[in-house]
């Protein structure tokens, strides 16, 4: 089955960690999307990638990072520099770049909490 | 400053009741609009507007955009309880990879 996977559903992290959420993709799609999800705040838009090795800030990018070395993977690390990480994360992809004619597919999200 | 906004934020039926959802916008160079369900995790895709005043339907749910007034409307109707989650809004811009989402409308509907 095709999809986007993300890993891990959960994380606990302490403060000053950095810690690293995976998003992988089998559907062959060239652009990827890290949103942030706080309640009553909607989707943000953290990074997105349009091709391998390419990729942009989006409106709360400080304190992440990504990397897109393979068109089917877009890890998000958090690091310590984020100063209110705890929130759920979403990934996404879309058939081609922008989203704009074609929908965005949602991975499962990890739910990133902060002790 | 680009922004959509929806109402209302949350709403509790009754199963049986209508409700219609609304998600208003003002974006530079708009090209289409976009609704999702999102239930406990991934939203899942609903619709998605281009044009201004036709119809998407797809059972009980239906959608219009109208591009003169910069809104659209999420109807459904004979509402089940399955129907209970965030409902997001959002709209993509001409030259931008960004689609800009609303805050969401969480839907409650009682049995």
């Known amino acids: 089955d095709g999809g986007i996977t993300q890993s891990p559903k959960y994380l606990f992290r302490k403060e000053g960690q950095n ?52 068109k089917e993977s877009f890890p998000l690390t958090v690091t310590s520099a984020q100063k209110n990480p705890t929130a759920f994360y979403l990934c996404a992809s879309s058939i081609l770049a922008g989203g704009l004619y074609n929908e965005l597919f949602f991975g499962p999200g990890t739910r990133l909490t902060v002790l | 400053e680009d922004k959509v906004v929806q109402s209302p934020l949350s ?19 708009f090209r289409s609009l976009l609704w999702y369900k999102q239930e406990k995790k991934a939203p899942t895709f609903l619709f998605m507007l281009t044009s201004s005043g036709i ?14 007034e910069l809104f659209s409307i999420l109807n459904i109707t004979a509402t ?14 001409g030259g931008s990879e960004k689609l800009v989402f609303g805050k969401g409308t969480k839907l409650t509907v009682n049995p």
Request: aromatic content about 10%; overall charge negative.
């Open chain 2, 11 to 29: 709403l509790v039926v009754h199963e049986g009741d209508t409700v219609t959802l609304n998600c208003s916008y003002e974006v530079t160079n």
């Open chain 2, 55 to 68: 119809e998407k339907k797809s059972g009980r749910l239906s959608s219009i955009l109208d591009k003169k």
């Open chain 1, 19 to 70: 810690v690293t959420l995976s998003c992988e993709q089998n559907l062959n799609h060239d652009a990827m999307y890290w949103y942030r999800q706080d309640p009553g705040q909607g989707l943000r838009l953290i990074y997105y990638s349009q091709i391998v090795n390419d990729f942009q800030k989006g409106d709360i990018a400080e304190g992440y990072s990504v990397s897109r070395e393979k």
């Open chain 2, 80 to 93: 089940q309880t399955g129907d209970s989650a965030i409902y997001l809004c959002a709209v993509g811009r």
